[in-house]
């Protein structure tokens, strides 16, 4: 399986400021996917970061408030924008499409706490 | 759109089987995958089974696939202290399996009994 880090792992700021969280993968792949995961609540996906285009946003999240990066096949960034407490989440970023084309696998996550 | 439905809470007695229900909405779905989660851990993806799949049995692990009635089965053997977690069963939003984002069920929490 790919071997996923995320950085930071957890981070506490304050409302209006912006974070950005890192995702890098051991090996390359075809797809990238940040996951929100609100406390208590399963995961809902945001978007599916493209390699050299724009990320595909999903209902309900939009690029301004989450911009994304992909600037190669390794690596990708999710930027949470003017937060406020509701964006309070742990943020995974996910590898599919690689060695294993069927399977998903799922970095450690990012916990931010907005204050 | 797609949902995903899963029983929040199954408590069993070690040494038991536990079996945790999943059902879906998507019948595009190709792949379906269970993951668990420990606590404070990241997710673990456990196993996957593709859509023209009855059944996939791995050591401990049988998923049942029953595409008919939109309905997943994880049953473990012989539960231990170790399965305590959140069980989540997740659908492929396309076809393209683990290249496509996933909608997952809220998750079961696992709970073992001495």
């Known amino acids: 399986s790919a071997v996923i880090s995320q950085k930071p792992s957890r981070d506490i700021c304050q409302r209006g400021t912006s974070l950005t969280i890192q995702c890098q993968v051991d090996?390359?792949?075809?797809?990238m996917f940040w996951y929100r995961q609100q406390p208590g609540q399963s995961l809902t996906l945001i978007a599916t970061?493209?390699?050299?285009?724009?990320?595909?946003?999903e209902s309900g999240f939009v690029i301004d408030k989450f911009p994304i990066s992909r600037p190669n096949l390794t690596f990708s960034t999710l930027t949470v924008s003017n937060m406020s407490p509701e964006d309070s989440s742990i943020y995974l970023c996910?590898?599919?499409?690689?060695?294993?084309?069927?399977?998903?696998?799922f970095g450690p996550g990012t916990r931010l706490t907005v204050l | 759109g797609e949902d995903v439905e899963q029983s929040l809470f199954l408590s069993v007695r070690e040494g038991d089987s536990s079996v945790i229900n999943c059902t879906y909405t998507?019948?595009?779905?190709?792949?379906l995958y269970w993951y668990k989660q420990e606590p404070g851990a990241g997710l673990q993806l456990l196993t996957y089974i593709f859509s023209n799949m009855d059944m996939k049995q791995d050591q401990r692990l049988t998923v049942l696939l029953n595409k008919k009635d939109k309905h997943l089965s994880l049953r473990i053997a012989d539960t231990q202290t170790g399965d305590s977690a959140i069980y989540f069963c997740a659908e492929s939003i396309g076809s393209g399996g683990g290249a496509d984002g996933l909608t997952f069920g809220k998750g079961t929490h696992l709970i073992i009994q001495p």
């Open positions: 970061a493209n390699q050299g285009s724009e990320a595909t946003y």
């Open positions: 996910s590898v599919g499409g690689g060695p294993s084309y069927n399977e998903q696998f």
């Open positions: 090996s390359q792949v075809t797809m």
């Open positions: 998507d019948s595009s779905s190709t792949y």
